[in-house]
């Protein structure tokens, strides 16, 4: 199955292009920030999913507007939540509010959105105005969810279910359907779109949050244990939780310990915890694929599938 099938090159190109002319401004911080950000690249995996679904579809108005918009109000909660998580780097690089200072770090955030309402704006459909206000509120809420979890101690798989789903699946969900509301299409194929999109959300993040703990620096591009250092369980110390109760202390004291991340992994390893998480993700990655069932074949509805299934191995 081929990750690039035809015009996805083309159409990523013509993003970037579009994306760069649209973050412009006269203020020289906000550009600088935009540099290091939104155009210095990253897996555009948003864009790449409104791209796929649009095309699986025959071709749906406006995706061009919607990949924009969906990566900027991914790149503008980039920007906020690496302030808020207090963030050494992002993709690599020093993070913006360490370089610029919060209160600039903060209203780039907010002029990447004020760039997002000019942009769906275009499209004229109010029912797409509405599906972003609300993927809005849900990803405010999931993430001060993950804040009261961790200070309060309420660790429990709901939670967790409950905040990958909010900070994550559910701009994924937009992006996949998205391309559908836009071409008026409803029924099983509009579900079968957002389903997708959900459970390929879900997938994806399980597997960054495993990859913070069992990743490698190199290839993360940032320093991995940022979850425990922030005192937030995901699915990996969720599950070592169950059987060592030691990794409640770890995350209270947020990894502050010599060795404690170590601990962790090599608890991981041993106790078959980390084969567990792995098979966890391999299933949501095998429920996307499966959700597209609907569709007609094509190699956009081929490639979609390889995206999720790339999840059971991503390394990165």
């Known amino acids: 199955m081929a990750l690039s099938p035809p015009g996805l090159d083309a159409f990523l190109d013509k993003f970037e292009e579009t994306l760069e002319a649209l973050v412009q401004s006269e203020v020289l911080f906000i550009r600088l920030?935009?540099?290091?950000?939104?155009?210095?690249?990253?897996?555009?995996?948003?864009?790449?999913?409104?791209?796929?679904?649009?095309?699986?579809?025959?071709?749906?108005?406006f995706e061009m507007e919607l990949a924009l918009a969906v990566e900027l109000l991914h790149s503008a909660t980039l920007l906020h939540d690496d302030l808020i998580d207090?963030?050494?780097?992002?993709?690599?690089?020093?993070?913006?509010?360490?370089?610029?200072?919060?209160?600039?770090?903060?209203?780039?955030?907010?002029?990447?959105?004020?760039?997002?309402l000019h942009v769906i704006a275009k499209t004229g459909r109010m029912e797409l105005v509405e599906r972003f206000a609300q993927v809005a509120k849900t990803l405010s809420e999931g993430e001060v969810l993950q804040f009261q979890v961790a200070a309060l101690e309420d660790y429990s798989l709901e939670n967790y279910e409950r905040i990958i789903t909010a900070k994550t699946a559910v701009l994924m969900e937009l992006s996949t359907e998205g391309p559908a509301l836009l071409k008026g299409v409803d029924g099983e194929v509009r579900e079968a779109l957002a389903r997708f999109g959900l459970f390929y959300g879900q997938a994806f993040q399980m597997r960054d949050d495993y990859l913070d703990l069992m990743g490698t620096p190199e290839a993360l591009g940032k320093p991995v244990g940022g979850d425990v250092r922030e005192g937030k369980a995901t699915l990996i110390t969720l599950l070592l939780m169950e059987r060592f109760p030691e990794v409640r202390e770890v995350l209270r004291r947020k990894g502050r310990r010599e060795g404690d991340l170590d601990r962790l992994r090599m608890l991981a390893w041993e106790s078959g915890v980390a084969e567990e998480v792995e098979?966890?993700?391999?299933?949501?990655?095998?429920?996307?694929?499966?959700?597209?069932?609907?569709?007609?074949?094509?190699?956009?509805?081929?490639?979609?599938e390889a995206l999720a299934l790339k999840e059971a191995e991503r390394l990165s």
């Open 279 to 304: 098979r966890r993700i391999r299933e949501r990655a095998l429920l996307a694929a499966a959700a597209l069932k609907p569709l007609p074949p094509s190699p956009y509805k081929e490639a979609l």
């Open 33 to 61: 920030i935009h540099q290091d950000l939104v155009t210095a690249g990253g897996k555009r995996i948003r864009p790449r999913l409104v791209f796929l679904a649009s095309r699986a579809l025959g071709g749906a108005p």
């Open 86 to 116: 207090d963030a050494e780097t992002r993709r690599g690089k020093e993070a913006a509010f360490r370089k610029y200072g919060n209160a600039v770090s903060v209203l780039s955030g907010d002029f990447l959105l004020s760039r997002l």
